[in-house]
T-cell receptor
């Protein structure tokens, strides 16, 4: 089992460019999440999904869109990147909600110039 | 607004020393989790505490959930260089977790 994988690992964008981050999990988990991690801010939830075909907003959803067309994949899109979106992005998945363990991917480091 | 405040933010100690880090909130939570994150990797779950006053031990790590379920602590006995990392507490919401700001621990050999 690969667990949770993320592509790409690193990316540099110019302001206004778009990109999609891919998250894949092979644990048959229902729940998937996208977080961003910034110094001194901890992990903040961007969007999450409670099952295939569903998405919901988290704490900091502005400037991002997501899609969950397949149960194993959760895509995070930036339509028009801004320097404020420079961050490390983590995807996670869990079997259920609440106290269930979240399994994290290795992260994507994004720099927007 | 941070629901969870962790202290200290940074901690650097010598190998063999004991330490305690804290996770505090003004809100009551049904449960709380502790994660450890090493450089270049995602967080990994260490423990989940559910009952007020609960104490759980994981080798040299002792986790406690406050009686009122508003705070938690992590105590490490005889710290090792392998304990170095970012320690994050997270409170469980309806569908997701709310993470604290983290404590970055460095254990010097």
């Amino acid at each position: 089992n690969a667990g949770v994988t993320q592509t790409p690992k690193f990316r540099v964008l110019k302001t206004g460019q778009s990109m999609t981050l891919l998250c894949a999990q092979d644990m048959n988990h229902e729940y998937m999440y996208w977080y961003r991690q910034d110094p001194g801010m901890g992990l903040r939830l961007i969007h999450y999904s409670v099952g295939e075909g569903t998405t919901a907003k988290g704490e900091v959803p502005d400037g991002y869109n997501v899609s969950r067309l397949k149960k194993q994949n959760f895509l995070l899109g930036l339509e028009s990147a801004a320097p404020s979106q420079t961050s490390v992005y983590f995807c996670a998945s869990s079997y259920t909600r609440g106290t269930d363990t979240q399994y994290f991917g290795p992260g994507t480091r994004l720099t927007v110039l | 607004t941070q629901l969870l405040e962790q202290s200290p933010q940074f901690l650097s100690i010598q190998e063999g020393e004991n330490l305690t880090v804290y996770c505090n909130s003004s809100s009551v939570f049904s449960s709380l989790q502790w994660y450890r994150q090493e450089p270049g990797e995602g967080p990994v779950l260490l423990v989940t505490v559910v009952t007020g006053g609960e104490v759980k031990k994981l080798k040299r790590l002792t986790f406690q959930f406050g009686d009122a379920r508003k705070d938690s602590s992590l105590h490490i006995t005889a710290a090792q260089p392998g304990d170095t990392g970012l320690y994050l507490c997270a409170a469980t919401g309806a569908n997701n977790l709310f993470f604290g700001t983290g404590t970055r621990l460095t254990v010097i050999p």
